[in-house]
């Protein structure tokens, strides 16, 4: 009769080294207490996730608050549904987020200790841990075929009892160790399953960071851990990964507390202590047909990718101090008394985190984004919307760039001072908004546009006004001195210089000093609202003014 000593050599022939030579090579880690050491693991199956992005701002944020260290690994075991070069950009979008990690696969090179850090690399580590536990007898072969498998699906539901592979319907759970061996020499395809020796009945106890002690049903599943094409799943991963990696911590998706039994009975056949899991809340959103919630959808939502967001021109700080609302119930107080606070200067906790609240919220990611783009300096604005422009607005990098300064004063426009307006949500709605204040654009847009006047007005009355304007105004002060000139040559052309006075009598007047203020601005930008008039006609000056003017009256015939 064989052993399974044999079995596991006969399956491993070229595995010599042990677990323990995996414990010496990966040692502990000496970092100071309390350090925790955590990791982002995607899989390179397709574009960075908002919530992969959540994950990874919380990870690298515990890390920091610990003295930690934080890596990436790739989890590339799915090769039928890899997206080459997806890992990669993964990172580099990442990176723009600030997000920079201490080791691990870094997209075309490895840093670390620890690894390799594509469990592609890792085969061999596997295999090791899996060769010790066949020969204890806590892992097997497994021969199945599809249609064995459908079979047993079919019985299970007919039975209406709980699919899987494990107890009496494990078929080859109990196989003879001689029969494996003549089956594997024979040929016949297999893969390996961890054998568990769990019961549903009886329950475990795990500690969340986030939501409390959880009470699950204990695994009793024979998990694959070894898949015909010699990798590993998530599960067995996961195990070995964490463990030679040394992890503290694992956040991730809330998806996974379901295998969490699976995940806490590897830990415990190895006798490894395990980490410590914080299960995040997944980011959902209302359905816009039927009104409830769900999660994001890759398909439906743009929002669930990450450069969707950078695509659209949204400061990366707001989009981070967004997701930190979404984190952490606190944050929005903390943001509200610093507005300017340096985020790095708040502290996340898991007590603080937010389990009802992860609903995406796009006015309120708005709100902010709009609240940190006003409190910019115009040097900072113009270096952000300049790099943005470059990668996804040449119209607006054009600009920009043949005049730095002018784009900086259109900005600067009632900014760098107390209450900054707050102008624009994302750096895509710049170029809409300031348009106007370029000559050639003007003329463009002027040509097509139709100027909303007020129609009450006569032309006549409007022409007439607009070149006494551009010709007496006081520019040599301040605004209101600016004003006072305004009302007093709208009084020549009709117009009260008073409101209460033009609502009393409004068949005397053509009417009032508001109206003189909006007929410069439609002719000035074409439309009806514009940042504060007295900085746009700084801006453009007399002579420009004096032309665009020339151009309406010719339009308008006025
Ligand atoms: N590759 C897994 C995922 O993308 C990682 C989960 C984990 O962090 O353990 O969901």
Sequence with gaps: MSTLKELADLIFPDIKLGVSDLEKKYPPRTLPSG??????????????????????????????????VYFFRLEDTDQKRE??????????????????????????????????????????????????????????????TKEELDALRQVQEANKVVPGYYGEYAKYRNLKIDD???????????????????????????????????????????????????????????LVDDHFMRTTLVIRGE???????????????????????????????????????????????????VSYFLKQGYPIEGIIKYLYTIANSNFEEWLTNNPK?????????????SLDGALFDLPKLNNISKEVLAL????????????YASECDPKLKELIEKDRNKFEQIINIEREIEKPRKDYERFGDVLPKILFFYNDEYDSMLKNADLPFNEFIPKKIIGEFLLDAV????????????????????????????????????????????????????????????????DVIKILGKEEIKRRFSLVIKKYDC
């Design 471 to 534: 010709e007496n105004m006081d520019l040599s002060k301040d605004e209101s001195v600016w004003f006072e000139s305004i009302k007093k040559i709208g009084l020549n052309h009709g117009f009260a210089d008073d409101k209460k006075v033009y609502k009393e009598n409004p068949d005397k007047y053509n009417g009032w000093y508001s109206d003189c203020i909006s007929l410069i601005r439609i002719a000035l930008t074409t439309t009806t609202v514009s940042p504060k008039l007295f």
């Design 35 to 68: 350090a925790e050491v955590s990791r982002f693991a995607p899989s390179p199956t397709g574009f960075l996730h908002t919530g992969s992005l959540f994950a990874s701002l919380v990870g690298r944020k515990f890390s920091e608050q610990t003295k930690g």
């Design 180 to 238: 494996a061996i003549a089956f594997i020499k024979e040929g016949k395809p297999y893969v390996i399953r961890f054998k568990s020796l769990g019961d549903v009945n009886k329950h475990i106890k795990v500690v969340d960071e986030i939501r409390g002690e959880l009470l699950l049903s204990q695994n009793n599943q024979d998990i694959v851990i070894l898949k015909s094409d010699g990798l590993p799943t998530y599960h067995f991963a996961h």
């Design 376 to 387: 910019y300096s115009k040097e900072k604005f113009t270096d952000l919307a300049l790099k």
């Design 341 to 353: 606070g340096d985020i790095s200067t708040f502290k996340l906790s898991f007590e603080k985190f």
């Design 83 to 144: 997206i080459e070069g997806s890992g990669l950009e993964q990172i580099n979008l990442l990176n723009k987020f600030g997000i920079v990690f201490d080791e691990g696969y870094l997209g075309t090179s490895e840093k670390g200790e620890y690894g390799p850090y594509r469990q592609s690399q890792r085969a061999e580590i596997y295999k090791i841990v899996i060769k010790e536990l066949i020969k204890k007898g806590r892992a097997y072969p497994d021969f199945c």
């Design 255 to 305: 998806e996974w507390i379901a295998s969490l039994p699976i995940h806490v009975e590897l830990f415990e056949t190895m006798n490894w202590q395990r980490p410590k899991y914080a299960h995040l809340p997944v980011i959902m959103i209302v359905d816009e047909e039927t009104h409830n919630r769900r999660k994001l959808s890759k398909r439906k939502d743009n929002v669930a990718a």
